[in-house]
């Protein structure tokens, strides 16, 4: 939380100190009037001199208006300071979230970085402001009230002063017990994001098997645990306010008897007693707002610790100065380098949760630059995960990725990156129009994005549209169909000429005669390109130069199509039973 803090709010403490300022004047100001309407009553009213009393009463109007000018211009100054702040905090955290690798992400789930994103950040904002506005005039007001009383009649100030210890132990106490209930309270809150975000993605899933009341049922549940959480935070934070009130209204008791006491004997005057009446309500609403500050600051300290977490994480994925146990060996490096190979996998291994089985193990293969590498398995053989380990969004555990000779660990994530295009089998469509869902921020040219259009065979159906390129798409592409959706995806991949091309199972979604044009295009449009191809069909990957077959993890079969049909069972098999006699 302090680190945060003092980060993001150092460029701004100028600002602020202007601000502090004036907001000082302001208050000062406030306390002013309480004084100078006793000095009327007892001083000036009784001597009947007529110019004091316009003219104190011009002082009133004077030091009502400047309070009221400077704790505007404070607040407003406040206010920028503190959505300027956490406009840094979310940019910074945005980007920590776009680099985090897919193990931190897997870690830490979608929906808590959503919500670290968007809830936490706002209570993060809201505490800033307030601490701003009224954690600097609260104070002001409360410490300044103390003294002018202490002034105007030490015996009566002591009564209100008793009544502080007892306020401070109340909030600490509540505020130990809050932060970790708030704590809490977000986690149930990541929760149900994930709970609404699975049924919102998957409403038409849950209609079409009418599973509306399940969901509903599921959503109650996380809905009733986080009211309960915010019950319980809200319970505990409930006895600040009323606990205050009680013991500050004893407290005027207290004053009013000891004042009405000391008027009586000569000691004190009607005029001070009303004045106190006043610094008493400063006091009370003083309190009462630091209590509140109290509930905002217990919130947005579990946030910015949770904000403060993922910003603190080490990068797991940095580029590092590959690799003394394989310099000495040298030997693939060599291999890779001599014979001109672009991708090599050389006896990788990697498992998603550490200490639990390989989900994919020893895999080599070497692949020339132009060349196609098909990818063939059953479901959850391992066929995406050999193309998260290229992209580098997990880094193997054993054996090493090689791309033009150089471990992939040693080329910085923006470089290697920018060398792929990839299309993922339902993959994000953006709520834009069809040429920045193709162009993505890259700035391509028109006739770029028209010629990716046309190989990934989309078009066609792109000319039908009334708005053509400038045609707007839904979130995810709802007004498209799954094949639609699918050459989209493509052409965004073929846009830019990758130097290495992945489709991931995105050609599944496309009937046989399309997915035969897309093959062509690639092998006449796209020599210079390594093509990686996962497939579920056998057609889509047979003219490759090398294939793999994936069972659970393992390859059970590599070479070319004709090979693979002479020597691997399950290729023949899967080949068989998908094209029959052309098998
Ligand atoms: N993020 C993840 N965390 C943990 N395990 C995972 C994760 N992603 C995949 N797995 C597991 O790794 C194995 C391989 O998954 P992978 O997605 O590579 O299969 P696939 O061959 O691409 O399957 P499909 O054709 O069904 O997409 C599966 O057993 C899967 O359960």
């Known amino acids: 939380m302090q680190k945060i803090l003092s980060y993001y709010l150092k460029p701004y403490y100028f600002r602020m100190s202007i601000g502090f300022i004036i907001k000082f004047v302001g208050s000062i100001m406030d306390l002013c009037l309480p004084w100078i309407l006793a000095y009327m009553i007892d001083t000036i009213i009784p001597i009947q001199d007529k ?47 776009m680099y985090l690798s897919d193990a931190y992400i897997d ?21 800033i402001g307030r601490m701003q506005r009224l954690g600097v005039r609260a104070p002001i007001l409360l410490i300044g009230g103390i003294i002018v009383t202490l002034t105007l009649d030490p015996v009566l100030a002591c009564v209100l002063i008793i009544t502080l210890p007892f306020l401070v132990w109340i909030m600490l106490k509540v505020s130990k017990r809050s932060i970790p209930m708030y704590t809490q309270l977000q986690q149930s809150i990541d929760h149900f994001v994930r709970i609404v975000r699975e049924d919102i993605s998957g409403i038409r899933v849950i209609k079409a098997l009418s599973k509306e009341d399940y969901e509903k049922k599921r959503f109650e549940k996380i809905n009733d645990e986080v009211v309960a959480q915010e019950q319980k935070a809200g319970m505990i934070m409930a006895i600040i306010d009323p606990s205050v009130s009680v013991i500050m209204n004893l407290a005027l008791v207290g004053v009013l008897t000891v004042g009405a006491f000391r008027v009586d004997s000569g000691l004190s005057e009607v005029g001070k007693i009303l004045a106190f009446m006043t610094y008493f309500t400063i006091i009370l609403n003083a309190m009462i707002s ?33 690799l003394k146990d394989y310099e000495d060996e040298n030997i693939a490096t060599d291999k890779a380098v001599n014979e001109g190979y672009h991708i090599v996998f050389e006896k990788v291994s990697f498992a998603y949760n550490q200490g ?14 132009g060349e196609t590498l098909g990818i063939l398995g059953g479901t959850g053989a391992g066929k995406s995960t050999i193309v998260s380990l290229l992209l580098r969004f997990y880094d193997v555990k054993e054996g090493r990725i090689l791309i033009d000779g150089r471990d992939i660990r040693s080329i910085p994530l923006q470089e290697l990156r920018s060398k792929f295009g990839v299309a993922f089998q339902n993959d994000m469509i953006f709520e834009d129009t069809i040429l920045e869902n193709v162009n993505l921020g890259r700035n391509l040219s028109e006739e770029e994005i028209q010629e990716a259009l046309l190989y990934a065979r989309a078009k066609e159906f792109v000319e039908q549209k009334t708005n053509n390129l400038e045609e707007a798409l839904d979130i995810k592409g709802a007004n498209l169909s799954g094949g639609q959706k699918q050459r989209i ?90 094209m029959g006699g052309v098998a």
């Open 107 to 127: 870690t830490y789930t979608k929906p808590s970085l959503m919500s670290r994103l968007t809830t936490d950040t706002y209570n993060v904002h809201q505490m």
């Open 489 to 578: 995806l493509i052409a965004r991949a073929l846009a830019a000429h990758p130097e290495i091309l992945i489709l991931d199972d995105s050609s599944s979604a496309l009937d046989y005669q399309t997915d035969a044009m897309l093959r062509q295009e690639l092998s006449s449009h796209f020599k210079r390109t390594t093509k990686i191809i996962v497939a579920q069909r056998v057609s889509s990957i047979m003219q490759a130069d090398h294939i793999i077959v994936l069972e659970e993890g393992r390859m059970i079969g590599y070479g070319r199509h004709d090979e693979l049909m002479a020597q691997c069972d399950s290729y023949r098999q899967i080949s068989a039973s998908q």
């Open 290 to 322: 630091i209590s509140k500050m109290f509930i905002i600051l217990s919130k947005a300290i579990a946030s910015a610790n949770r904000i403060d977490t993922i910003l603190a994480l080490e990068d797991d994925m940095e580029v590092i100065e590959i």
């Open 356 to 369: 639990e089985e390989e989900d994919l193990k020893d895999i080599s293969f070497y692949i020339k630059p």
């Open 51 to 97: 110019s004091k009393i316009y003219l104190w009463g011009l002082m009133m109007i004077v030091c009502s208006f400047l309070a009221v000018s400077f704790n505007i211009i404070a607040n407003r100054m406040a206010s920028k300071v503190a959505s300027e702040a956490t406009e840094h905090i979310r940019n910074d955290l945005f980007k920590k979230v």
